[in-house]
């Protein structure tokens, strides 16, 4: 039997709180808004006194071969102190990128119904020459915004 949609429609939620959870147990001042009409999943507050707003994106096992940590139709401007944490959990990945960064590596769609908005692909798909498994990996060119942690926050 499938996966249910119940399940599958709570999955992004439940992604969310688990982050978010991640970053209190690191000491993070973390607020969460009631309402999520701007892209903004919590706001941090930093030692210092400033705020930063993050977005928290994330791919389940459950999405096709290949498209492990495919982020795709993705309405963005560049935003100050903005955040991306993008989250694969069949890589049991996390990258963390700053508005500049996402806008600099993304790609933007120039024709169709989702003209305008942007997507990146962190992992790419390869065939191991001696067991002939596929697998997937992240990219070399992203490794850079991998985290294991949320100290860029700090």
């Known amino acids: 039997m499938g996966i249910s949609f119940r399940h599958s429609a709570g999955f992004g939620k439940r992604m969310e709180y688990n982050l978010i959870g991640k970053m209190l147990m690191e000491g993070l001042d973390v607020y969460m808004p009631l309402v999520d009409d701007h892209g903004v999943d919590c706001v941090i507050k930093k030692a210092d006194g400033t705020f930063i707003e993050v977005q928290i994106k994330a791919r389940s096992n459950e999405v096709t071969d290949g498209a492990a940590a495919l982020f795709s139709a993705i309405t963005h401007e560049l935003t100050e102190n903005f955040y991306f944490v993008f989250y694969s959990e069949r890589l049991d990945m996390m990258w963390i990128m700053s508005s500049e960064e996402f806008l600099n590596e993304c790609v933007t769609n ?45």
């Open 110 to 154: 120039r024709t169709g119904k989702n003209k305008g908005k942007r997507g990146i692909w962190f992992n790419g798909n390869r065939t191991d020459k001696k067991t002939g498994v596929k697998k997937e990996y992240c990219k070399k060119q992203f490794e850079k915004y991998l985290a294991a942690d949320f100290s860029r926050f700090h």
